[in-house]
């Protein structure tokens, strides 16, 4: 496979569940990301992971916890969430984090989430 | 604070030109992408921009002025698979990513 493989693409969830969202990157990239995609809303970074550290945690609650094995792999571990968290999450990964020039994003299709 | 502000919804005509607007007030300026998302699908990169002036490829054409806090996006020869969200996205000063709400683009045979 090639690009960014995010799964499950849809998942309904009560509020008392706990699910895990997986992301896959054969990029050989050293940066990944999270986002949160809300209808008629900016894009809102969650957190990013750069050579599996966390670099930013964008004051997301704690109910969604992230993980990087290693720089191919990201999860989203997600508990006790709540309606307002229904959004398509996208995850992400990039040659790095920072400097100049264009550090170019690819994205996964993303996991619908929708929480009863 | 740092805000992107783009059309939410713009509708245009098969084989016409359509131009989405994108203004931006943000903390510096380290380049502004354009990024293209059909419906249940990923976004796409479609362009980059650092110096002003206009970057064409093929029938896409993004347009950038630092000074104006401007850019634009411009389609030529519409087809109906450019039915599409174009989003807006600017990197500050710390090389944080700023992103528009989006442009639903339309497109009418």
């Known amino acids: 496979e090639t690009g960014v493989t995010q799964t499950p693409r849809h998942l309904v969830m009560g509020m008392t569940n706990k699910k895990s969202l997986k992301c896959e990157q054969h990029?050989?990239?050293?940066?990944m990301y999270w986002y949160k995609q809300s209808a008629k809303k900016p894009l809102e970074l969650m957190f990013v992971?750069?050579?599996?550290?966390?670099?930013e945690n964008n004051s997301v609650p704690s109910r969604f916890s992230p993980e990087c094995p290693n720089s191919s792999h990201l999860f989203l571990h997600l508990h006790t969430l709540q309606p307002e968290d229904s959004a398509l999450y996208l995850c992400?990964?990039?040659?790095?984090?920072?400097?100049?020039?264009?550090?170019?994003?690819?994205f996964g299709a993303g996991s619908r989430l929708t929480v009863l | 604070g740092q805000n992107i502000d783009q059309p939410t919804e713009m509708t245009a005509t098969e084989g016409a030109i359509v131009q989405i607007n994108c203004t931006y007030q943000t903390s510096g300026f380290n380049g502004l992408f354009w990024y293209q998302q059909h419906a249940g699908e990923a976004p796409t990169f479609l362009s980059y921009?650092?110096l002003d002036g206009l970057e064409e490829k093929g029938r896409f054409s993004s347009f950038l002025s630092r000074s104006k806090g401007y850019s634009y996006l411009l389609l030529k020869e519409l087809q109906m698979k450019d039915s599409a969200s174009y989003l807006c996205?600017?990197?500050?000063?710390?090389?944080?990513?700023?992103w528009g709400a989006g442009t639903k683009l339309i497109i009418k045979p």
């Open positions: 990029l050989g990239h050293n940066a």
């Open positions: 992400a990964s990039s040659p790095r984090t920072s400097g100049g020039g264009a550090n170019v994003l690819t």
């Open positions: 992971y750069n050579f599996k550290e966390q670099t």
């Open positions: 996205a600017v990197t500050d000063s710390n090389y944080q990513l700023i």
């Open positions: 921009n650092v």
